[in-house]
């Protein structure tokens, strides 16, 4: 009988054990465990994405594009995609992306290295043969440590050292935040990337290694200093709500990492502040070579109607259309650029749109003129995507100017089989921010609705029974 239970209860131990090893911060990561999981979520990852992919978008995803370090290889995959798709895909990498970071750490730490080697899983490139060392590296020593076996009494003394390691994980965000921003004039990964994870990291260093506590308050307590830095930033008037906003779903999760990593460095490490000063010497170095290395790319966002109307009365709306009505929206009443009317001067090529919107006005001169088909143009200059949330006046961070650029947009129209007109939207933009897989996620859906709002506004107009042309004046 008693065997029988054992026999029960052995999957369910096994299970537990794998989860623990790939979440948790306490049990030694052997190779061949290392090599067998990496392995298996690696394949089970590609086979999800790749089957999602084809039956969303109709692209096959190669192996060579899953392993590629260059990440537009792979953004240009979900191109048309629908919007939650590339949301999905960065909460469904989050895990995986924990999963590696601890194992590695681990390992490395297993093996005889200091922690700080197994990090180098983040780097592109470096990242498989990363791995794959670590995987052959035998086990030298067996991770022990407080946490894993002490209750921890909060004394004053750990209120101190966390007060410390808050404080400190804020001076390295301005400092960050100052050469990357203000000295470089980039928003790189070394920013939102990089950044996080050291303030977490140096917080828990710091807080452990004068009196040590749990490993889940190490977590909080770097998603706390990332918190507090959007304060501190939306405080002294550097950034405002609207992009603290949009950093927060990536800044926040990487803190709580770097809380993790800080926890497992001070316990493991005889000085643990010696790598990490290193570090901190290393990152402001990636920001300026993240500013030479890093190409010009160009995005597309193309949104469609299809409208209940013949094709040359749709045509005359896009050349001609009404004032558009002050938005209902959330996002655009709280400072996104919404677009309000449109106006041509002349025909033909030459002729120069112009669009108004609640931040300014893009100038566009017209470069392709087939009515009823298409309609092209240039940007020539254009305002700030948005306004920025904040208790100051006249905020105006970095980053509105020029990060986000639209450089061409288009109107094609065609008929449809069945009666009617398609009206298809799009634009061609570049973006100073990165990791672009991330903040393409943004800028797709801003962009998004505003397409949407200027292609109903126009098929609205177009299948009222008298469309014609109307003045824009």
């Given at each position: 009988?008693?065997?029988?239970?054992?026999?029960?209860?052995?999957?369910?131990?096994?299970?537990?054990?794998?989860?623990?090893g790939?979440?948790?911060?306490?049990a030694?990561?052997?190779r061949?465990?290392?090599?067998?999981?990496?392995?298996?979520?690696?394949?089970a990852?590609?086979?999800l994405?790749?089957t999602?992919?084809?039956?969303?978008?109709?692209t096959?995803?190669?192996?060579?594009?899953?392993?590629?370090p260059?990440?537009?290889?792979?953004?240009?995959?979900?191109?048309?995609?629908?919007?939650?798709?590339?949301?999905?895909?960065?909460?469904?990498?989050?895990?995986?992306?924990?999963i590696?970071?601890?194992m590695?750490?681990?390992?490395?730490?297993?093996?005889?290295?200091?922690?700080?080697?197994?990090?180098?899983?983040?780097?592109?490139?470096v990242?498989?043969?990363?791995?794959?060392?670590?995987?052959?590296?035998?086990?030298?020593?067996?991770?022990?440590?407080?946490?894993?076996?002490?209750?921890?009494?909060?004394?004053v003394?750990?209120?101190?050292?966390?007060?410390?390691?808050?404080?400190?994980?804020l001076?390295?965000?301005?400092?960050?935040?100052?050469?990357?921003?203000?000295?470089?004039?980039?928003?790189?990964?070394s920013?939102?990337?990089?950044?996080?994870?050291?303030?977490?990291?140096?917080?828990?260093?710091?807080?452990?290694?004068?009196a040590?506590?749990?490993?889940?308050t190490?977590?909080w307590?770097?998603?706390?200093?990332?918190?507090l830095?959007?304060?501190?930033?939306?405080?002294?008037a550097?950034?405002?709500?609207?992009?603290?906003?949009?950093?927060a779903?990536?800044?926040?999760?990487?803190?709580?990492?770097?809380?993790?990593?800080?926890?497992?460095?001070?316990?493991?490490?005889?000085?643990?502040?010696?790598?990490?000063?290193?570090?901190?010497?290393?990152?402001?170095?990636?920001?300026g070579?993240e500013?030479?290395?890093?190409?010009?790319?160009?995005?597309?966002?193309?949104?469609?109607?299809?409208?209940?109307?013949?094709i040359?009365?749709?045509?005359?709306?896009?050349?001609?259309?009404p004032?558009?009505?002050?938005?209902?929206?959330?996002?655009?009443?709280?400072?996104?650029?919404c677009?309000?009317?449109?106006?041509?001067?002349?025909t033909g090529?030459?002729?120069?749109?112009r669009?108004?919107?609640?931040?300014?006005?893009?100038?566009?001169?017209?470069?392709?003129?087939?009515?009823?088909y298409?309609?092209?143009?240039?940007?020539?200059?254009?305002?700030?995507?948005?306004?920025?949330?904040?208790?100051?006046?006249?905020?105006?961070?970095?980053?509105?100017?020029?990060?986000?650029?639209?450089?061409?947009g288009?109107?094609?129209?065609?008929r449809r089989p069945?009666?009617?007109?398609?009206?298809?939207?799009?634009?061609?933009?570049?973006?100073?921010?990165?990791?672009?897989?991330?903040?393409?996620?943004?800028?797709?859906l801003?962009?998004?609705?505003i397409?949407?709002?200027?292609?109903t506004?126009?098929?609205?107009?177009?299948?009222?029974?008298?469309?014609?042309?109307?003045?824009?004046?």
């Amino acid at each position: 009988m008693n065997n029988l239970h054992a026999s029960r209860d052995r999957p369910e131990s096994i299970a537990r054990g794998v989860l623990v090893g790939w979440f948790g911060f306490y049990a030694d990561v052997p190779r061949g465990f290392y090599a067998t999981s990496g392995f298996a979520l690696m394949l089970a990852k590609y086979l999800l994405e790749v089957t999602v992919l084809w039956r969303v978008v109709g692209t096959m995803m190669t192996p060579l594009e899953f392993f590629s370090p260059v990440l537009s290889a792979r953004e240009e995959l979900v191109a048309g995609a629908p919007d939650w798709l590339g949301w999905a895909w960065f909460l469904w990498t989050l895990p995986f992306l924990w999963i590696a970071v601890t194992m590695s750490l681990r390992r490395a730490f297993s093996a005889g290295h200091s922690p700080w080697f197994g990090l180098l899983i983040l780097v592109p490139a470096v990242n498989l043969c990363t791995m794959v060392l670590l995987a052959i590296l035998p086990n030298r020593r067996k991770i022990e440590w407080l946490d894993a076996h002490s209750t921890i009494h909060r004394t004053v003394l750990h209120y101190r050292s966390a007060a410390l390691g808050l404080v400190m994980g804020l001076v390295i965000a301005l400092v960050m935040v100052g050469v990357s921003v203000y000295a470089f004039d980039t928003y790189g990964a070394s920013l939102f990337l990089g950044t996080p994870i050291l303030m977490g990291v140096i917080a828990a260093v710091i807080t452990n290694s004068v009196a040590p506590t749990t490993i889940s308050t190490s977590i909080w307590l770097g998603m706390l200093t990332v918190i507090l830095a959007g304060g501190v930033l939306l405080a002294f008037a550097l950034e405002g709500v609207i992009c603290i906003a949009m950093a927060a779903p990536i800044a926040l999760p990487l803190g709580g990492l770097g809380g993790a990593i800080g926890k497992f460095i001070a316990e493991t490490t005889r000085r643990p502040l010696g790598g990490t000063l290193a570090v901190l010497v290393f990152l402001p170095g990636w920001t300026g070579i993240e500013k030479s290395v890093t190409p010009k790319r160009e995005w597309t966002v193309q949104t469609e109607v299809n409208i209940d109307a013949d094709i040359d009365q749709v045509w005359e709306r896009v050349i001609h259309f009404p004032n558009l009505a002050q938005p209902d929206e959330w996002y655009f009443r709280w400072g996104i650029a919404c677009p309000l009317r449109a106006e041509i001067d002349g025909t033909g090529v030459g002729a120069v749109r112009r669009c108004i919107f609640t931040t300014g006005v893009f100038v566009e001169p017209i470069t392709a003129w087939d009515a009823p088909y298409r309609l092209a143009f240039d940007v020539h200059s254009q305002p700030a995507p948005m306004f920025e949330m904040t208790p100051y006046r006249d905020l105006h961070p970095p980053h509105l100017d020029g990060a986000l650029r639209s450089t061409r947009g288009e109107f094609v129209l065609e008929r449809r089989p069945g009666g009617g007109t398609r009206l298809v939207g799009r634009t061609w933009y570049q973006l100073d921010m990165f990791p672009h897989a991330y903040w393409t996620l943004w800028s797709d859906l801003l962009i998004h609705r505003i397409h949407r709002r200027v292609l109903t506004h126009v098929k609205q107009h177009a299948e009222q029974p008298t469309a014609g042309p109307t003045s824009t004046n």
